[in-house]
């Protein structure tokens, strides 16, 4: 192809709702200054009869709701029930019927606490002493022997050795030390 004849690209636009300027759809706003959002909006299903609870919904809180959810179990209805018995009186939305089921089990397990578990990570079961131990009588031990020794995987051996500061340099674990006084 010569030089005088530049091919031509066609670039898929939208059009801009402000100014009706041509964008190319990548772009996430316009030169005007109105922003595109590529997320659909979402459609909320309202009840036909307006409950005069609906604003108290804001205010609840879990405990409120899991107070609910007792005196629903002790009444005997099922989860199904429960939530559209919720829902209608504080509005949809309020609770789902999977919160609701999870929480008859664990009334049905004959925990009747209102307290939720607390969450989060479970303990290690990688010593770091004993990996740091390790690491510094052997200081050319690969991680995957690391890894077999302790009974972990290698990536747990990995995210730990960072985790204490030992980075591999020349085929040996050293420990990072901060340059000029800096860290």
């Known amino acids: ?7 031509k690209v066609k670039m ?4 801009c709702p402000e100014c ?16 595109f959002i590529n997320r659909k909006p979402l459609k909320i299903k309202h009840s036909e009869k307006s409950s005069p609870f609906t604003e108290v919904n804001n205010t609840m809180s879990s405990k ?9 179990f002790k009444l005997g209805h099922s989860a199904a029930t429960a939530s559209r018995n919720i829902n209608s009186v504080f509005g949809e939305g309020s609770v789902s019927e999977r ?21 989060g990570r479970p303990k290690s079961v990688l010593n770091e002493d004993q990996l ?7 200081p050319r031990t690969a991680i995957r022997g690391l890894a077999a020794d302790l009974g972990v995987s290698a990536t747990t051996i990995s995210r730990h ?12 674990w050293v420990g990072t030390t901060p340059v000029n006084g800096l860290s």
Not at 132 to 137: F, L, P, Q, S, T
Not at 161 to 170: D, E, N, P, Q, R
């Open 64 to 72: 409120d709701l899991r107070i609910l959810f007792l005196y629903e």
């Open 161 to 172: 050795l960072a985790a204490i500061g030992k980075v591999k340099k020349l085929d040996k």
């Open 12 to 15: 898929a636009t939208k059009s």
């Open 132 to 138: 740091r131990a390790m690491v510094e009588a052997n």
């Open 20 to 35: 009706d300027q041509q964008v190319p759809v990548a772009c996430k706003s316009c030169p005007c200054g109105y922003v």
């Open 99 to 119: 919160t609701i089921r999870w929480w008859f089990e664990k009334f049905r397990s004959g925990d009747l606490s209102l307290k939720n578990e607390p969450r």
């Open 1 to 7: 192809m010569s030089a005088t004849r530049a091919k």
